[in-house]
């Protein structure tokens, strides 16, 4: 697992290479107010094994929020270890009930169905949901649970792996979650 010490431009530039083509997504546009705190990759013996991003900001009902997004390979258990669950493949649990929500992926929808992570440390006040993207687990970790009601209507996630011009606004800063 590779993490910058402190989130910025080129720091965020040396993850993109490192990702090798494996989607970095963040909500896009990202908000006025809203920051990159933190990103990482892990990478394999000969590939990368998967990427999430950290960003933080305010909304009118929940004041301070942040959201982490992870997009991994099968089996790799860091979207787990974000979210605190017990399970590195959510497959188990979301098999068989609906999903309770929904992210726009460039022009896919993607569905969502929420994680359970009541084991965890009763401090953590948090939503996680997950679901296949692309092949891959998607994973999204909202604090505080209430902020579930930004993806009420359909959010928008873009990989910026592909971005140019456009990475140079990024606000990054904050405090990085700990996980």
Do not use: N
Not at 28 to 50: E, H, I, K, N
Not at 103 to 111: A, E, F, N, T
Request: proline share 9%; net charge negative.
């Amino acid at each position: 697992m590779w993490r910058p010490r402190t989130a910025g431009y080129d720091a965020f530039g040396a993850h993109l290479a490192r990702a090798q083509g494996l989607p970095t997504y963040l909500p896009w546009p990202l908000g006025s107010g809203w920051q990159v705190t933190d990103f990482g990759v892990v990478v394999g013996a000969d590939r990368a094994l998967a990427t999430v991003a950290h960003v933080a900001g305010s909304s009118a009902l929940d004041g301070p929020v942040e959201v982490l997004v992870v997009s991994e390979e099968p089996g790799t258990g860091l979207g787990a270890r974000c979210a605190g669950t017990i399970h590195s493949d959510p497959g188990a649990e979301i098999a068989g009930v609906p999903a309770t929500a929904k992210v726009r992926l460039d022009s896919q929808s993607v569905p969502l169905w929420p994680v359970s992570a009541s084991h965890a440390a009763p401090d953590l006040d948090r939503s996680v949901l997950a679901g296949e993207a692309e092949g891959r687990w998607l994973w999204i970790v909202l604090r505080p649970a209430s902020a579930i009601l930004l993806l009420h209507e359909e959010w928008t996630l873009t990989d910026v792996s592909g971005f140019g011009p456009q990475l140079l606004d990024l606000p990054f800063g904050g405090h990085p979650p700990s996980w």
